[in-house]
């Protein structure tokens, strides 16, 4: 077990950068996500803790010791691939043994560690076998059990759930956040899914085209987003979003620039930001249905989506798209017209996108 | 009834392209059965008393069986040689994508080669190795190494580099990875190279009749015997013909269906 310190890491493909100075501290045994839309860079930077990709700039620290010019083989991490990567011509038991062979581990003990990692993964009865012969869900397990043998200081994973399907997605997180609460060994994992990222990280790197967003608890990134990029990218569905400007004269509230008005409840915290061009985040959740105008903004249903546990309102406030999710029923119907109000929002700045304040009405 | 038509013309088409394309095979092994009066004999004779005296001058008379253990340790050699440098070559312009090295190689291919026989034969000559395995071997091996080069760089692109990854990860340096992981699974890439290099070789005619006498004379140099100044005797060429080709064919049609497995299958989602 080791903590990894990444210091201001840089990554260029000829002139293209892909990462642009990364800063990361991982403590030992912590479950890190890296999330990102496409392309931010997360894979790469997987790909550089586990020495597959070389390092511009910057330095990559395993436990106490920079790794950035050792081979893979000596940084003594495991990694699973998006595609398990499994030896087609190796049985499932060949599969896990390849590391500890290589490292010349006793005949004895290979076999003690492989049916080990084979009972925690259930694979026992599958030791024989070829990956061809083994489901998705099942060379997933294998791609897992031939890091758990290793006992590695630090565990890598790429999108290891991107291939499997949905059912079959959440039983496996919930076996990978298992497996780090009885390994306790430390967890780098990069998915594009931030439902993964919320669930299984203890903090998560939100990154952006090579940039670090923010870095932070998941219920820190839901409740406190740094910029509207965090604002957006976490939480499902996304936020809405107004642009506009506060007033807090004769009435306070929102004026967007659709023409919508949000009543806001008078607040300490808004004082100052009266004129300046603002975003209303609000999220879906975050929404309640009011009386009149007087105490909310009126918006037009265009989809009602009940599932039971809670009703998705898809509507239209001049122009702009609202999303609203009700936990309590309400007698919605398309086509009605609905005046809605935050329960909880957020105004970021709109040139620079950070965040300015949240507040509860 | 339209079907029934269909089905008719289909059928006559394959009879006739087939027709075309065996017929100089079929004449050839008839004729390797005829009497050279019956193969000169006009009209052609389709029906007539076969001998086997045709095969006896070839494997009597002749040395056959010497000219096919020289034509195997020739194709042997420049085949495995082409394995031993190829296979690594062919590994590195996959992974490290050298396009120009790729080209170079090609080019070796591309450009006729009777080009090369010249100066060959100067060098070979001052050198004194004229009439020997290498010579052969060395020119053999500028048409089978850019076979293994381009079948197995292709090859090899459709193997997923994450393999390698994960093995390096997992304690393998880079040439021990190739070793257990890549070469293990490039059996028909090979196998596909190997039978299309070695027949290439076995069927080579050029080279081998500027570089090679008596010593090293390969089988379709040794077809040659049978034409002399004042005839050709047809029979014995189309035997000896016969002969070369039965293991080419005997090779194709046993490796033919290892070409088609696929053995990635499995290593990753699929």
Redesign the interface.
């Known amino acids: 077990m080791a903590s990894v310190d990444i210091v201001n890491v840089k990554k260029s493909f000829d002139r293209a950068e892909i990462l642009r100075g990364v800063s990361v501290e991982i403590r030992d045994g912590e479950f890190v996500v890296l999330v990102g839309p496409s392309g931010c860079g997360k894979s790469t930077l997987l790909r550089m803790i ?3 990709e070389t390092i511009t700039a910057g330095e990559i620290r395993i436990g106490d010791r920079t790794v950035n010019e050792l ?3 000596d ?1 003594d ?3 699973v ?9 190796m049985t499932v038991a060949e599969n896990m043994a ?2 500890l062979k ?2 010349k581990t006793p005949k004895a003990e290979i076999d003690q560690r492989v049916a080990r990692a084979a009972e925690i993964l259930g694979l026992t009865n599958l030791l024989s076998r ?5 489901s ?1 869900g099942q ?1 997933q397990r294998v791609a897992m059990g ?1 890091a758990i043998v ?1 006992d590695p200081r630090v565990f ?1 994973f790429d999108e290891p759930l991107s ?1 499997l399907d949905a059912k079959l997605r959440v039983a496996m997180r919930s076996e990978i956040k298992e497996l780090h609460q009885r390994l306790k060994t430390t967890m780098i994992y990069v998915t594009h899914d931030q439902i993964e990222a919320m669930t299984m990280a203890d903090r998560i790197v939100v990154m952006r085209e090579g940039n670090v967003e923010q870095i932070g608890g998941p219920l820190e990134l839901y409740d406190t987003p740094a910029n509207l990029f965090v604002a957006g990218f976490i939480g499902s569905p996304a936020m809405n979003m107004l642009k506009g400007t506060l007033e807090t004269g004769a009435r306070t509230g929102f004026a967007a620039e659709n023409g919508s008005f949000v009543p806001l409840p008078p607040s300490a915290a808004l004082d100052g930001l009266a004129g300046r061009r603002l975003v209303l985040g609000i999220r879906p959740e975050h929404i309640r249905i009011v009386a009149d105008a007087t105490e909310g903004f009126r918006v037009t249903a265009r989809i009602v989506e009940p599932t039971g546990s809670e009703t998705q309102v898809s509507a239209i406030a001049d122009g702009a798209d609202v999303i609203a999710l009700f936990r309590e029923r309400h007698s919605v119907r398309q086509g009605d017209e609905l005046w809605l109000a935050p329960t909880h929002f957020h105004l970021f700045d709109a040139e620079s996108g950070a965040r300015v304040a949240s507040i509860s009405a | 009834m339209k079907k029934v038509i269909h089905e008719a013309l289909f059928y006559l088409a394959v009879i006739v392209i087939s027709l075309v394309v065996l017929f100089p095979f079929l004449w050839m092994l008839s004729s390797s059965f005829k009497t050279q009066t019956d193969i000169i004999a006009w009209p052609p004779k389709f029906i007539f008393d076969p001998t086997l005296q045709n095969y006896a001058k070839v494997f009597g008379e002749q040395d056959f069986l010497k000219y096919f253990i020289n034509s195997t340790v020739v194709g042997g050699l420049a085949v495995g040689l082409s394995l031993v440098l190829g296979l690594p070559a062919a590994y590195s312009i996959s992974r490290f994508t050298q396009k120009k090295l790729a080209l170079f190689i090609l080019l070796a291919r591309l450009m006729p080669g009777i080009s090369f026989l010249m100066p060959w034969y100067i060098i070979f000559s001052r050198l004194g190795l004229m009439d020997t395995y290498v010579a052969l071997v060395l020119s053999h091996m500028l048409i089978a190494l850019p076979i293994v080069v381009w079948i197995m760089s292709s090859y090899f692109n459709s193997i ?1 580099v ?2 390698e ?9 880079r040439q ?1 990875a190739f070793w257990a ?1 890549i070469l ?2 490039s059996g028909p890439g090979i196998i596909t190279s190997v039978t299309l290099s070695f027949i290439f070789s076995w069927n080579n005619f050029m080279f081998s009749q500027v570089l090679s006498m008596e010593k090293t004379k390969t089988l379709p140099i040794a077809v040659y015997n049978f034409v002399s100044y004042a005839e050709v005797d047809w029979g014995g060429v189309m035997a000896a013909a016969v002969a070369i080709m039965a293991p080419a064919i005997v090779l194709t049609m046993i490796f033919q269906k290892f070409v088609v497995k696929g ?8």
């Open positions: 586990a020495g597959l081979a893979p083989r940084r991490v495991a990694m691939f998006q595609n398990y990567a499994l030896y087609p011509h390849f590391s290589l490292r070829r990956p061809r012969a083994l998705g060379r031939r290793r890598l291939n | 997923p994450e393999l990854e994960s093995a390096m990860v997992d304690g393998a340096t021990y992981i293990p699974m053995l990635t299958m499995g290593a990753v989602k699929g």
